[in-house]
T-cell receptor, first 110, second 112 residues
Framework: GDSVTQMEGPVTLSEEAFLTINCTYTATGYPSLFWYVQYPGEGLQLLLKATKADDKGSNKGFEATYRKETTSFHLEKGSVQVSDSAVYFCATGGYQKVTFGIGTKLQVIP | SQTIHQWPATLVQPVGSPLSLECTVEGTSNPNLYWYRQAAGRGLQLLFYSVGIGQISSEVPQNLSASRPQDRQFILSSKKLLLSDSGFYLC???????????FGNGTRLTVT
């Protein structure tokens, strides 16, 4: 079946630092790829998505590019803020069967 | 616009007691519905999903069950809770192929 691998963290960065959270996946076919964000005590929210190879998803300064050749969908942000502190989940798949990574906790300190 | 409601937000129940968590979706019809459990350090575990009224698929054998009595209502139940049932339960809906999941705010269940 499908699987998603991402580091668990926590990742601790200073404000305005560059962020990369790696995500690799295994899947049959060409699944859609997603990044979700979970703020403390809340459910998950869609952050960005990409539906085909070489697509770049972006939102709130975050970006991720669907790389079929390396089966990756790394999340990046050029300058993180304290308000970005959350858990980030990479996910693959789609209709009826979404597979999530374990989630990466990000802590941004002032 | 579509919204998803999940309640209660928090729940403390003794071991052996029953459980009923409810999830309802508004603003869409015939959604796929999901129950996930999130335990500390273990990511998201898919428990059940449903593609229609009365249609439930179970992903993990356990003492939980799910029901979908109406198109936009999804209920998670247990007859007798175990300590290991503690966790954060999330309901989600999905509108179609390549659509993202939309999550409720979750229920924090503590079994004592």
């Amino acid at each position: 079946g499908d699987s998603v691998t991402q580091m668990e963290g926590p990742v601790t960065l200073s404000e305005e630092a560059f962020l990369t959270i790696n995500c690799t996946y295994t899947a049959t076919g060409y699944p859609s790829l997603f990044w979700y964000v979970q703020y403390p005590g809340e459910g998950l929210q869609l952050l960005l998505k990409a539906t085909k190879a070489d697509d770049k998803g972006s939102n709130k300064g975050f970006e991720a590019t669907y790389r079929k050749e390396t089966t990756s969908f790394h999340l990046e942000k050029g300058s993180v803020q304290v308000s970005d502190s959350a858990v980030y989940f990479c996910a693959t798949g789609g209709y009826q069967k979404v597979t999530f990574g374990i989630g990466t906790k990000l802590q941004v300190i002032p | 616009s579509q919204t998803i409601h999940q309640w209660p937000a928090t729940l403390v129940q003794p071991v052996g007691s029953p459980l009923s968590l409810e999830c309802t979706v508004e603003g869409t019809s015939n959604p796929n519905l999901y129950w996930y459990r999130q335990a500390a350090g273990r990511g998201l575990q898919l428990l059940f999903y449903s593609v229609g009224i009365g249609q439930i698929s179970s992903e993990v054998p356990q003492n939980l069950s799910a029901s979908r009595p109406q198109d936009r209502q999804f209920i998670l139940s247990s007859k007798k809770l175990l300590l290991s049932d503690s966790g954060f339960y999330l309901c989600a809906w999905e509108g179609g192929q390549n659509s993202p999941l939309h999550f409720g705010n979750g229920t924090r269940l503590t079994v004592t």
